[in-house]
Structures are given as structure tokens and as C-alpha cells.
């Protein structure tokens, strides 16, 4: 007797689960089984000058018409109107006018039904003036005049740099600019400058991938 009392309390705590887990499905997917978009693939992000640019890919899904992108915990978004080609489509978004400091980005997709996808979340930075502030010019070791040329021996270059730029005035009063890579260690000028004077700042990009590059402040050499 008492095991048949116990098999039925255990039958009844049984459906009594059942019941909740169904109320808790139909309150998720009132319309039954939960259908969604096809999600944002392959995203990436590209850091620039208050501004910030995210890249995805469009793989399986035909039916997709249109993305949303979320990002200051939701309290900022915007609509990206999609249209499909037969193959895998490359989508693009630039968000100007960004403050300055770290992001996370939720990208939906979604289909002509209005069926929203799995979001798809990835971080990024968005960089300005306090950022630039932080660059330093990379160092002349030495600087040495041989009859008519000048050779500048440079220090080690941050990782950051992708290279120097010059600004002086030859010696018949025109001005005169050059870029140099950061590979370079040496750099030799076949003119000696006018006034013995030249101007330099080292440009920088925070990643590889990032879309502007940031300079430190021009300085002033004499030799």
C-alpha cells in the first residue's frame, strides 16, 4: 500500500513539473516552436578616430532583409537594411561621431519574417585625442653632417609605429617632406637642411586592423 503511494506522489510531482516546463516554453515561444534568422558570421570590428566600423558575413540564410546593432548596454542602436545576393555577402556598418573608450557591439540579423537571429557579440575600442596624447616621437640616436648630407640614426621604434614623417626646407627655400618607414634604422638626406632645421612626428596605428592613423606631437630638431 505504501509503495503505491509513494509511486503515485512521484507520478504527480512528475506532472507537476511537466506543466511548469510547458508554461515556462509557451511563455518564451507563445506560437510554438522558436524560429530564427540566420546569425551574423565571421564578425569583426575596425578601431579609428572616433569612429568605428563592424564587418560581418551573410553565409546560409537568403531570407535575411536586415540587421540590428546594439551598444551602450542597448541604450544606443542602429538599422542596417540588408539586400542578398546568391552567394556570401560582406556587410558593412561605420559608426562616426563615437566617443572615445571600449564598446561592446550585439549585431541580430533578421528575416523577411521578422524572425530575429542568435546575436552575435564582439568588443572594440574607439580611439581620439587622449589616446594621441599618450604617443612619443621615436628618438634620433645620432645625427651627423658629411659634406652636404645629413645621416640620422634612429632608435628603437615602438611596435605601435608604422613610421616617421619629416617636414623641412631644402636649401633653396622649398619645402620638402618624407616618409619613414619604421623599419629603417638609418636615413640619410642628400641636402643639409635650411637653417639646420628639421621637423619630425612618428604615426601610429593602435592595432593592424585599425582604419585612421594617430601621430604624436611635431618636434623640432637641430643640428
Not at 19 to 42: L, N, Q, R
Not at 115 to 140: C, M, P, Q
Not at 146 to 151: A, D, G, I, Q
Request: aromatic share 10%; charged share 25%.
Amino acid at each position: 500500500m505504501k509503495s503505491l503511494l509513494y509511486l503515485a506522489m512521484a507520478l504527480l510531482t512528475l506532472c507537476l513539473a511537466c506543466e511548469k516546463t510547458d508554461e515556462k516554453y509557451k511563455d518564451y515561444a507563445p506560437g510554438g516552436e522558436i524560429v530564427y534568422a540566420g546569425k551574423a558570421d565571421s564578425l569583426k570590428v575596425y578601431p579609428g578616430r572616433e569612429r568605428i566600423e563592424l564587418v560581418w558575413l551573410l553565409t546560409t540564410d537568403a531570407t535575411i532583409t536586415s540587421a540590428r546593432v546594439y551598444w551602450n548596454n542597448r541604450k544606443d542602436s542602429t538599422n542596417v537594411l540588408v539586400k542578398r545576393t546568391n552567394g556570401v555577402d560582406t556587410i558593412r556598418l561605420m559608426l562616426d561621431k563615437m566617443n572615445e573608450g571600449p564598446y561592446t557591439f550585439q549585431v541580430y540579423n533578421y528575416n523577411n519574417r521578422g524572425d530575429a537571429s542568435i546575436k552575435t557579440t564582439i568588443n572594440g575600442d574607439v580611439y581620439g585625442d587622449f589616446y594621441e596624447s599618450t604617443l612619443l616621437n621615436r628618438l634620433i640616436k645620432t645625427k651627423t653632417k658629411v659634406n652636404n648630407t645629413l645621416k640620422l640614426d634612429w632608435q628603437d621604434a615602438d611596435p605601435r609605429a608604422v613610421g616617421i614623417k619629416m617636414y623641412y626646407k631644402q636649401p633653396d627655400g622649398t619645402d620638402k617632406t618624407r616618409f619613414v618607414p619604421v623599419t629603417e634604422k638609418t636615413t640619410l638626406l642628400d641636402v643639409i637642411p635650411l637653417n639646420n632645421t628639421l621637423e619630425y612626428h612618428t604615426l601610429y596605428k593602435p592595432l593592424s586592423a585599425a582604419i585612421d592613423t594617430f601621430s604624436a606631437a611635431r618636434v623640432s630638431v637641430n643640428f
